[in-house]
């Protein structure tokens, strides 16, 4: 799991030492918006939000929605169906479209003024998720070096993202 909190501390779950101990890193930016970036089996275990938070909860096409565990501070959470792809080299797999990255940030904008946590997550919580978060913190606090700099992330979703969110 990965945490960028307003003190500019990031957790990554993926990071802990031999004797179990969560490893901190600093990060280069403070954000107003705490972004947590997870995996599927991660939301559908649980998390601990301190926050009033929002879920952009990503499923490959074919997949069941995540179950959330809706915790204290939950506020909404949106659903969406697309695979980990480009439409260039899809071979049968669907890549988000402009609709959804436009439900994305609709949703955002209606909830970012009552919530302090934006959870993001995907099968893996390394792609989709990462895309989706870098490009939601670059729209809302222009600086998102640490985020875009720690992730693989989909450019073909962060681009579609962008679009939706400049459009």
């Known amino acids: 799991m990965f945490l960028v909190t307003k003190i ?57 929605p995540a179950k959330l565990i809706k915790g204290s501070g939950f506020i909404d ?10 439409p260039d080299y899809s071979f049968g ?13 609709s949703f955002v904008q209606k909830n970012e003024p009552n919530v302090g946590t934006i959870v993001c997550h995907c099968l893996a919580g390394m792609s989709r998720s990462p895309a989706v978060a870098v490009a939601l913190a670059e729209a809302l606090y222009e600086d998102a070096t640490y985020l875009r700099d720690t992730f693989n992330y989909n450019k073909h979703v962060y681009e579609t993202m962008k679009k939706a969110i400049n459009s």
């Open 77 to 86: 959470a949106i659903y969406l169906h697309f695979d980990d792809t480009d």
């Open 8 to 64: 500019s501390i990031v957790v990554c779950r993926s990071s802990y030492n031999k004797n179990r101990q969560i490893e901190f890193a600093p990060a280069l930016v403070e954000l107003r918006m705490d972004f947590i970036i997870i995996s599927r089996d991660e939301i559908e275990e649980g998390i601990i939000v301190r926050t009033p938070y929002i879920v952009v909860s990503i499923a490959d096409a074919d997949a069941r």
């Open 93 to 105: 797999r669907l890549p988000m479209t402009q609709e959804q990255a436009e439900k994305i940030w």
